[in-house]
C-alpha cells in the first residue's frame, strides 16, 4: 500500500498539474501524525457511539409471523410434562448406573406420544489441536482409535414427522441431560421440550419434520450435540463403517435388551434422520433462581463469531417480551455495569443529545445514560465473545453446519413450587411452541436480517455498516503513517539534512546507488518476515506441547516460553543472525522496519476483519496505538526531553499491554482481582481457543508477531537481544 | 333477344336488391350497434405466493363466491390462484379457506373451478386471457370468451407498487401493460363495459395510464392497503380491509336487488380502510347512480319482451323494440360517439351535439330510409316473406329468358 502510493507519487512528481486524488493523498501522508490522531480518536469515539446508534431489532422476515398464532398449548400438556418430570427426579430412576434408566423412559414417553424413536451412541471426542483445521469444519465420520467400551453417551432422539409435509426440513429443539447427576432444572427442561413435544404429536400445522434430541451431557453438552450432528450430516455407508459402540459386547446388549422392552414398531436401533435443519433452539433451565422475575437468556455466538440470522433472535425475543412475558437479556459484561466513568460518558452522550434535540427537535439519537451502560456492557460481552471465536453453548454445533441456532436459559422466579412449575412449564412450552410455529411458517433458510451484527440489548443490534466505521478509522492511519515513514526515510537519505517533520531525522552518511536505496524497504521486510517466522513457530509450539502427557497447565506454559526463547536463538543463529546484522546496517533505518511492519499489520487486520470482525476490533484497539508510537527507545532516552520521556513511557506500557499473555492476565485481574490470576490461565485459555479451532488463535499469533517486531524495533537500539526476548 | 340478355349478368342483376338487403341487415347488427350488454364475466385474480399472502387468496375466492352468488355462471369467470393454501401444510384446517375467524363460510368448497392456479398464474398467461391470444392447445374453459356485449368484473389482489402489482413473487405486471391489454380487448370488441377492481398497496396507480374503462382502487398513491384482521387460529391474516369491506356491502344484496356502483363506491370508509379507496369514472360514459352493481358483480342485464316467444329470428330486429328505442336512438348514438372520441385519446369533452347529429344525418342516410320500410312492415317476419314471394315471378323470369 505504501509503496504503491509512494510510487504514484513519485511518478506524479515531474508533472505540473497532479490529480486532485494524488493531491489529496500527498496531504494526508504530509499530515498524518495529525490524521493518526484525529482518526484513532475518531475510531475510538465512535466505538463508543455503537451504543447509542443501535437500532431496534425488526422481524424482517414476512413469513415468520411470530405470535399470529395463539398458542395451543394448554394446560392438558403441561401435566404430561409434568408427569415425565415426576418420572425423571423419582430416585428409581437415578438407581442405574448409567443413567440407561432414564434414557429409557424418555424413550417410552416419546414413543407414547407416536414419535420415532432412535438411540444414539457416541464417544466423546477429546479435543484435540490441529493446527491447519482453523477454518474447516469438523472433520466427517472420524473415529477415535483408542476409545474404551465404558465412556459412551447416548442421545434419545425422538422424530415426529409433518402429517402433510413433504419432510424435507426439520427444526430440532435440544435439551441437553445428564442422566448421572441431573439438578431439577434439567428435569424440568425436558418437561418443557415434552409437553411442547405431545402438542405437536396432535397439530395438523406442521410443514417441518420436529426433532427432540435429549442430548447427554455427561462429556459436555457441546461434545454430545456436536457427535449426533457429525452423524445426522455425514452419513456413514455399513460397508465403510470402522469398529464403533456397537462392537463393545455390554453396549449392545444394553440396546438389544432396550429393544426388545420398548414396545412398538417406531423404535429403532438405526440413525433416524429427518430434513435439512431449518434451525434449531437448545432449552435449558437454570437451576439457580432468579431473584426479580423470569427471565430468560439467549445465547447466539458460535464458533469464530459467527451468529445466527438476527431474525431468530428476534423471534425469541418478541414471543418471549410481548406474549409470554418473560424478561429476555442477553450476556453483559457485569463489572462494565457498575464503572463510573461509562456512566459519565453516557451522561455526556444523553446531555449532548438534549443540546442537539434543543437546536433541533428531530434529532433524537440521545438515549439514557444508564440504557447506555447496559449497552454498552452488552456491546463488549459481544465483542468478547465473538472475538474469542469459542461458542457459547451446544448451538455452536449447528452453527457449524450452517443451521441457525441459539440456546435459550430459562432462569425462573420462584423454586420447586407446585403451581409455579406448572406456570413455568406453560410460559416456556408456550414460548417453544410460538418460535417452532413461527419458524415452521419460513419458505426458506433465514436469510432476510442480518448475520453480521452486534447486540447491545435484546431488542437493538449495531449492524455491519454502522461497527465498521469505528474499525475503518481506527486503521485508516495505519497506510498514511506506512507512506509518510517510507517518505521520510528516503528523503532524508537523498538529502542529508534532517527533515522538520521527523524530529529525530537521522543523516545518512552512507553513500548508495539510488537503485539499491528504493530497493532498501527488503531489508526490513525480511527482518519483518524473520519475526513472524518466529511467531508462527511460537504458535505451532503448543501443538508438540499438548502431546507430552500428564502436564499441569503451568509447567506447559513455562515449556513454551522455554521453547520459545530457543527457538528465537536457532532462528537468530541460522539465519545469519538477522537481528544483529540488522544491529549494524539498519541502525538509522527504524523507520522503514516501522513502515513496513505498520503496512504488513494493517493488512492483517484487514483481513481479520473479513473473517471474525470483533477479534479485529480488539487487535486494532490493542495494535494500532502501539503500533503508531512505537520508536527506538534509545533515541527518546538520548533526547532526554519530557516529550520523549513520556512518548517512552507510553511506549513500555503498550508494548507490554499488547502483548498478549499480558493483555489476557490484565483483563482477567480486571474482571476477576488479580489475587487469582494464574500464568496457567492462559495456558488453558490458549488451549481452550485451539480446541474450538477458533481463527483468533490464528489472530493472536499475528498479534503476537507484530507485538514482536514492534518490540524488536523498539528495543533493539537500546538493549541486546537478550533484553529483547526478557521484555517479551 | 337471346343473345342480347346474357345469362350471367341478369343473375346478377338479381341478385344485387338481395344483396343490399342483406347488407343493411348486417350493418343493422354492426358492433356501433350492438353493443348491448348481454352477458358477464369475471376474471378474478390472486396474483401472490405463499403462506403468509394467506388473505390475497381468500379475498379472491370471497370475490369468487359473491359473484357466482349473484349469478355468473361459473363457466363465465376466469379465477386465478397464485397458491395453494387449502392444501398448504401449515392450514390448520385442510383443504378449507376462510375469510372471517369465525370459520363459518368455507370459501374452498366443493363448487369451486379454478382456471390458473400455482405457477400458471404469470403476466403472461394474464395477459393471454384478457387479450384472447391463447396458444391453440388451451381449453375453452380457460379463455376468456367474451364479446362486444359482455361486462367483465376484473379483480386483482396481491403486493403491488408504484404503477405494478407483483405476480408469483418473481415478475410484474406494469399499468402500462395492463393500459395496453384494456387498449387491445377494446379494440377487439372484447367487452362493453369493463370494471377493474385492484386491492394491492397503492392501487390507484395501476390504472394510471389511462384503459378507458371504470376502475377502482384500494389505496392512493403512497397508501398501503392493510389486512383487515388475523385469524390466531390459523395464524394468519385472513382478508384485506377493501375487500372485507366490499364484500360486506354485496352481503346485504340479493340478486334481485338494485344497488348501484355509486353506492358501493361512496360506502368506501377511508378510516376503516385506513386508506383511500379511489376510483376514476371520467373516462365512463354512464352515470354511477344508474349503474346497478349487478352490472358488474352478477349476471343481470335488461330484458326485452317481445310479442311472441321465440318467434323472432332477430331480436334486435323487432319492431315494437324498435318503436320504443328509436326516441332516444339519437341520444344514444351521440353517447356513444363521445365515448369513442374520448377513447381515440380526445379530451374535448363537450362536442357539439349538433354538429354530430348533422354528422349523424349524413352517415346514416341509406340506412335511414332502409328503416322507414322496415318500421312500415309490421315485423322483420313479415318482410323476410315478401323478400321471398317477391324472388319467385324473378326466379320464373329468370329461368324462362335462359330458356
Redesign the interface.
Given at each position: 500500500m505504501a509503496e504503491t502510493k509512494e510510487k504514484s507519487l513519485s511518478d506524479e512528481k515531474p508533472k505540473p498539474r497532479v490529480r486532485p486524488i494524488v493531491r489529496l493523498g500527498i496531504f494526508l501522508i504530509s499530515h498524518s501524525f495529525l490524521v493518526s490522531v484525529v482518526c484513532c480518536t475518531a475510531g475510538v469515539l465512535a466505538l463508543f457511539l455503537l451504543p447509542v446508534l443501535a437500532k431496534n431489532t425488526y422481524i424482517s422476515e414476512?413469513?415468520l409471523?411470530p405470535g399470529?398464532?395463539?398458542p395451543m398449548l394448554s394446560n392438558q400438556h403441561v401435566s404430561d410434562g409434568n408427569r415425565l418430570v415426576k418420572d425423571l427426579t423419582n430416585p428409581n430412576s437415578k438407581s442405574s448406573e448409567t443413567g440407561i434408566e432414564s434414557h429409557k423412559i424418555i424413550a417410552q414417553y416419546m414413543l407414547d406420544l407416536g414419535a420415532e424413536v432412535s438411540f444414539h451412541k457416541f464417544h466423546p471426542q477429546m479435543n484435540q489441536f490441529h493446527p491447519l483445521h482453523f477454518f474447516s469444519s469438523p472433520v466427517s465420520g472420524k473415529i477415535q482409535e483408542n476409545y474404551s467400551c465404558s465412556s459412551y453417551g447416548i442421545n434419545t432422539v425422538g422424530i415426529i414427522r409433518?402429517?402433510?409435509?413433504?419432510g424435507k426440513e426439520a427444526i430440532v429443539l435440544v435439551t441437553p441431560y445428564n442422566a448421572l447427576k441431573s439438578g431439577f432444572g434439567e428435569a424440568l427442561s425436558l418437561g418443557i421440550a415434552y409437553s411442547v413435544f405431545s402438542l405437536l404429536t396432535q397439530?395438523?400445522?406442521?410443514?417441518k419434520d420436529i426433532i427432540w434430541l435429549v442430548a447427554d451431557s455427561q462429556y459436555g453438552e457441546y461434545a454430545a450435540v456436536a457427535a449426533w450432528l457429525r452423524e445426522y450430516q455425514t452419513p456413514k455407508f455399513s460397508s465403510l463403517s470402522t469398529p464403533n459402540a456397537e462392537m463393545c459386547p455390554d453396549v449392545n446388549n444394553l440396546f438389544e435388551l432396550k429393544g426388545h422392552s420398548i414396545s412398538g414398531s417406531k423404535f429403532s436401533n438405526s440413525f433416524r434422520r429427518a430434513g435439512t435443519m431449518a434451525a434449531a433452539l437448545v432449552l435449558k433451565v437454570r437451576d439457580q433462581n432468579e431473584q426479580f422475575e423470569d427471565t430468560i437468556s439467549i445465547y447466539a455466538e458460535a464458533s469464530n463469531g459467527q451468529m445466527p440470522n438476527l431474525d431468530l433472535i428476534n423471534v425469541v425475543n418478541y414471543l418471549a417480551v410481548h406474549r409470554q412475558g418473560l424478561r429476555v437479556n442477553v450476556e453483559k459484561l457485569w463489572p462494565l455495569l457498575n464503572s463510573s466513568w461509562l456512566k459519565s460518558l453516557g451522561e455526556i452522550f444523553e446531555s449532548l443529545a438534549k443540546v442537539a434535540k434543543s437546536l433541533y427537535p428531530k434529532w433524537k439519537f440521545g438515549i439514557p445514560a444508564t440504557e447506555y451502560v447496559e449497552g454498552t456492557a452488552t456491546l463488549a460481552s459481544s465483542l468478547y465473545y465473538q472475538a474469542l471465536g469459542v461458542p457459547t453453548g451446544p448451538h455452536g454445533a449447528f452453527r457449524d453446519y450452517q443451521v441457525d441456532a441459539i440456546t435459550l436459559e430459562i432462569s425462573p422466579k420462584f423454586s420447586l413450587d407446585k403451581v409455579w412449575r406448572n406456570d413455568i412449564l406453560l410460559r416456556g412450552g408456550r414460548l417453544i411452541e410460538g418460535v417452532i410455529?413461527s419458524v415452521?411458517?419460513l419458505?426458506e433458510k433465514f436469510h432476510q436480517s442480518f448475520f453480521l451484527y452486534l447486540l447491545t440489548s435484546p431488542s437493538k443490534f449495531v449492524s455491519v455498516g454502522v461497527y465498521m466505521i469505528a474499525f475503518a478509522l481506527l486503521i485508516a492511519p495505519l497506510p498514511m503513517v506506512a507512506a509518510s515513514l517510507y517518505v521520510d526515510a528516503n528523503s532524508s537519505s537523498n538529502c542529508s539534512k534532517g527533515d522538520s517533520s521527523t524530529p529525530s531525522a537521522i543523516t545518512d552518511t552512507d553513500e548508495h546507488g539510488i537503485a539499491i536505496r528504493s530497493w532498501r524497504w527488503l531489508n526490513s521486510a525480511k527482518l519483518v518476515f524473520i519475526v513472524h517466522l518466529w511467531g508462527a513457530i511460537v504458535s505451532l509450539l503448543p501443538y508438540f506441547i499438548s502431546q507430552i502427557p500428564d502436564c499441569s497447565p503451568t509447567t506447559s506454559f513455562m515449556i513454551w516460553v522455554l521453547l520459545s526463547i530457543l527457538s528465537l536463538l536457532t532462528l537468530n543463529s541460522v539465519l545469519a543472525s538477522p537481528l544483529a546484522c540488522a544491529k549494524a546496517t539498519q541502525e538509522k533505518e527504524w523507520a522503514l522496519v516501522k513502515s513496513v511492519t505498520i503496512s504488513s499489520v494493517f493488512i492483517g487486520l484487514g483481513l481479520m476483519s473479513v473473517i471474525n470482525f470483533a477479534t479485529a476490533e480488539i487487535g486494532a484497539l490493542l495494535m494500532v496505538p502501539m503500533c503508531l508510537l512505537a520508536r527506538p527507545l534509545k533515541l527518546d532516552v538520548r533526547a532526554g526531553t519530557l516529550r520523549s520521556f513520556c512518548r517512552l513511557i507510553c511506549n513500555l506500557v503498550l508494548g507490554h499491554i499488547a502483548f498478549p499473555p499480558a493483555a489476557f492476565f490484565l483483563l482477567k485481574g480486571m474482571l476477576d482481582g488479580f489475587g487469582n490470576a494464574n500464568v496457567g490461565d492462559f495456558w488453558m485459555w490458549v488451549e481452550s481457543l485451539w480446541a474450538w479451532n477458533s481463527a483468533t488463535y490464528l489472530f493472536i499469533d499475528l498479534t503476537w508477531r507484530a507485538h514482536a517486531v514492534v518490540a524488536h524495533q523498539s528495543c533493539m537500539m537500546f538493549w541486546n537481544l537478550d533484553v529483547l526476548v526478557l521484555s517479551l | 333477344m337471346e343473345t342480347f340478355i346474357n345469362p350471367k349478368s341478369l343473375f346478377h342483376l338479381l341478385l344485387l336488391p338481395c344483396l343490399l338487403l342483406y347488407s343493411s341487415i348486417a350493418y343493422n347488427s354492426s358492433p356501433v350497434e350492438a353493443a348491448m350488454h348481454t352477458n358477464n364475466w369475471a376474471v378474478l385474480v390472486c396474483t401472490s405466493r405463499?403462506?403468509?399472502n394467506y388473505r390475497h387468496m381468500a379475498n379472491t375466492l370471497s370475490l369468487y363466491r359473491t359473484v357466482k352468488r349473484l349469478g355468473i355462471p361459473d363457466e363465465r369467470i376466469i379465477l386465478m390462484l397464485a397458491d395453494d393454501m387449502a392444501?398448504?401444510?401449515?392450514?390448520?384446517?385442510?383443504a378449507q379457506v376462510f375469510n372471517n375467524e369465525n370459520h363459518r363460510l368455507n370459501l374452498y368448497g366443493d363448487n369451486v373451478e379454478v382456471d390458473y392456479r400455482g405457477y400458471e398464474v404469470t403476466v403472461e398467461n394474464f395477459l393471454r386471457v384478457l387479450t384472447g391470444r391463447h396458444e391453440t392447445a388451451v381449453p375453452r374453459s380457460k379463455r376468456l370468451l367474451s364479446d362486444e356485449g359482455s361486462h367483465i368484473l376484473l379483480y386483482m389482489t396481491g403486493h403491488g407498487g408504484d404503477e405494478f402489482l407483483k405476480f408469483q413473487d418473481s415478475e410484474e405486471l406494469q399499468s402500462h401493460d395492463l393500459a395496453d391489454a384494456v387498449k387491445q380487448m377494446k379494440e377487439k370488441h372484447r367487452f362493453k363495459e369493463l370494471l377493474i377492481m385492484v386491492d394491492t398497496c397503492q392501487a390507484a396507480t395501476l390504472f394510471n395510464q389511462s384503459p378507458g374503462v371504470l376502475a377502482i382502487g384500494s389505496s392512493m398513491k403512497g397508501e398501503n392497503s392493510y389486512s383487515h384482521h388475523?385469524d390466531?387460529?390459523?395464524?394468519?391474516?385472513v382478508v384485506d380491509r377493501f375487500t372485507y369491506y366490499t364484500l360486506a356491502f354485496f352481503e346485504r344484496l340479493n340478486i334481485y336487488d338494485n344497488a348501484s356502483l355509486s353506492s358501493l363506491f361512496s360506502s368506501y370508509n377511508p378510516s376503516l380502510l385506513m386508506s383511500t379507496a379511489y376510483y376514476r369514472k371520467d373516462l365512463y360514459k354512464r352515470r354511477l347512480e344508474e349503474v346497478p352493481v349487478t352490472n358488474f358483480f352478477g349476471s343481470v342485464m335488461e330484458t326485452i319482451h317481445t310479442d311472441a316467444a321465440y318467434k323472432a329470428l332477430s331480436r334486435r330486429n323487432s319492431g315494437r323494440f324498435e318503436d320504443e328505442m328509436s326516441l332516444d336512438q339519437s341520444v344514444h348514438h351521440i353517447k356513444r360517439r363521445m365515448l369513442i372520441k374520448v377513447n381515440d385519446g380526445d379530451e374535448i369533452h363537450d362536442i357539439n351535439p349538433e354538429l354530430l347529429q348533422g354528422e349523424e344525418g349524413a352517415s346514416k342516410c341509406p340506412w335511414s330510409t332502409f328503416r322507414k320500410k322496415f318500421q312500415k312492415a309490421e315485423n322483420v317476419d313479415s318482410l323476410l316473406n315478401y323478400g321471398l314471394v317477391a324472388m319467385i315471378p324473378l326466379l320464373v323470369i329468370s329461368t324462362w329468358l335462359v330458356q
Open positions: 414476512n413469513a409471523m399470529s398464532a395463539s409433518a402429517p402433510r409435509g413433504d397439530v395438523t400445522w406442521l410443514a410455529r415452521n411458517n419458505l | 405463499f403462506w403468509f392444501c398448504n401444510t401449515r392450514n390448520k384446517y385442510p388475523l390466531s387460529d390459523v395464524g394468519v391474516s
